[in-house]
């Protein structure tokens, strides 16, 4: 079975001081060990990288480029996420 993982899931799973960090994190890998197929699609990573750069006073992560890009291709490989 293939799921589509919503913007939010990522975010969270990305943000450690999040209160839904851990519940991120631990859906992804339920998810995972069912060998459930973790699909994004483009308008997905676009969100992501829209939120993660923002500033946290304009309610964004606040990620530089570089942090952004390291943490994009830590879930897609941590999390065993395909680009759809």
Do not use: F
């Amino acid at each position: 079975m293939s799921v589509l993982v919503d913007t939010n899931v990522l975010l969270r799973a990305a943000q450690p001081s999040s209160p839904h960090h851990v519940a991120a994190k631990t859906a992804l890998l339920a998810l995972k060990s069912k060998a459930t197929e973790l699909c994004l699609v483009p308008q997905i990573i676009y969100e992501y990288w829209v939120v993660a750069t923002r500033p946290v006073e304009a309610n964004g992560l606040g990620m530089s480029v570089a942090d952004a890009q390291r943490s994009m291709k830590l879930l897609l490989e941590d999390g065993d996420i395909a680009i759809g």
